[in-house]
């Protein structure tokens, strides 16, 4: 069993950058493909990034292509997700969740989820 906290949301400006973070407990956390999602109000959960046990792989959304990068630091249990060029429609909260390959894109094929972190990008 994985447990996830996410942390780093946080209120930017459009063109800015963040970092937000998922600590994860559990000695089997780096054996765990892991992903990104994001949920805007009114709207479906839906896939930003994944990246594969070792780090090696990685998938992105394509409205997220070239401005978000995933990593992970399995020494410290913890996965990364850092997003650059900001707009107003990346606004959601922001969820970390473990899976089962790097390849997926649907939340109900992800086990493991955290509580979410707010990130809200001002016009």
């Known amino acids: 069993q994985v447990q996830l906290v996410e942390s780093g949301g946080g209120l930017v400006q459009a063109g800015g950058s963040l970092r937000v973070s998922c600590a994860a407990s559990?000695?089997?956390?780096?054996?765990?493909?892991m992903g990104w999602f994001r949920q805007a109000p009114g709207k479906d959960r839906e896939f930003v990034a994944a990246?594969?046990?070792?780090?090696?792989?990685?998938n992105y959304a394509d409205s997220v292509k070239g401005r978000f990068t995933i990593s992970r630091d399995n020494a410290k249990n913890t996965v990364y997700l850092q997003m650059n060029s900001l707009k107003p429609e990346d606004t959601a909260v922001y969820y970390c969740?473990?899976?089962?390959?790097?390849?997926?894109?649907?939340?109900?094929?992800?086990?493991?989820w955290g509580q979410g972190t707010q990130v809200t990008v001002s016009s």
């Open positions: 969740a473990a899976g089962r390959s790097v390849t997926l894109r649907h939340a109900h094929e992800y086990d493991y």
């Open positions: 990246i594969s046990w070792s780090g090696g792989s990685t």
């Open positions: 559990g000695r089997t956390f780096s054996t765990y493909p």
